[in-house]
């Protein structure tokens, strides 16, 4: 929505927006995460897809879910020795490479039947009556049986061969490409969940996300190995409210707990707090998305290397890889919100805004 230029009740936030471009419009001592070899690899491969099959219908993100099905040396060695012409692999000689060295990206998650799933459950939407709506209804609470999975044993077994993370209990996925779990639209799952009456699903998602925070600190963006440099809208503790209401079940809230204590650490660590003072020389504390990362996203990363290419010096560029998973780390990917010019998404500015839905979620976490 474009600013208005009359006085409003928003002045203030707008002044404390200002503070911060202030505090922040500067080059980020970004803290970026390591990038691991097959991450590096499965990137070299996805690039030169996109050079063999042209951008018609491309998705980089395929490229970096595939799972392995012999170790990453001998597949890369017999990367490394397909003929080229003019420096690009031929697009049927690459098909069968892949064919033979990598299973079907997202095969390394299996179907599997919600244990609590019932075609119709108890109480489920008693207020509607229309009998059309009802059917409607009961055909998106079926979704459930579509959307549910489970981690494949050689994912445990060999991670190192999948950028799949080895979650402890089945999962929920949004569908389509997003073939893993994610944070925040777990949440949203959740609440459906809950309405349907799966307590216990909506309770193993929650077990999972609490399985990263012990893993790596936070909830990652989603259950890859490439998505360690960000987290997501930091939503885990209303989850776990939302399911203590419906279920009264303290046992979970106490074994929650700890591990949410962990993530609000996280989230008012130096990775994501700035500090900034407001007219009256008052100072705060508040949070904003700030992603551990530098480079091209791996699931995006021939995208952001074309968008990037519009700038003219390496610092602008690797700016613009972090502003870019700073904003898919707000899930708000892409709004123009977060954009200097609306129509250029090269004027990310995401680490340079104080979000005030990210800081009432804190808020509410911290004091409840």
Sequence with gaps: MAPSNSASPLAPLLLLFLLL????????????????????????????????????????????????????????????ALPRVDGVVPAATLQRYVDEYFGVAGSDLLVAQPADFVAEPEGFLPKVERPEVRAWALQVHALWKNLSRRVADEVREQPERHTLL????????????FREVYYWDSYWSIRGLLVSKMYETAKEIVRNLLSLVETYGFVLNGARAYYTNRSQPPLLSAMVFDIYERTGDMEFVKQ??????KEHKFWNSEV????VQDAQGHKHSLNRYNAMWDRPRPESGTIDEESAARLSSAAQRRNFYHQVASTAESGWDF?????????????????SIIPVDLNAFIYKVSYG
């Design 21 to 80: 471009f202030a505090a922040t419009d500067m080059a980020d001592a970004v803290r970026s995460t390591p990038i691991t070899p097959l991450i590096a690899f499965l990137q070299s491969l996805q690039s030169a897809a996109l050079a063999s099959l042209g951008s018609s219908g491309f998705d980089p993100k395929v490229y970096v879910d595939l799972p392995l099905k012999r170790d990453l040396a001998s597949t890369q060695a017999a990367f490394d």
């Design 166 to 177: 080895p979650l402890p209990g089945p999962v929920v996925v949004p569908g389509s490409r």
């Design 256 to 261: 929650a707990v700890p591990l949410l204590l």
């Design 272 to 275: 994501h707090k700035v500090t």
């Design 335 to 351: 709004s123009s919100r977060w954009m200097r010019n609306s129509s250029d998404l090269t004027t990310l500015a995401t680490t």
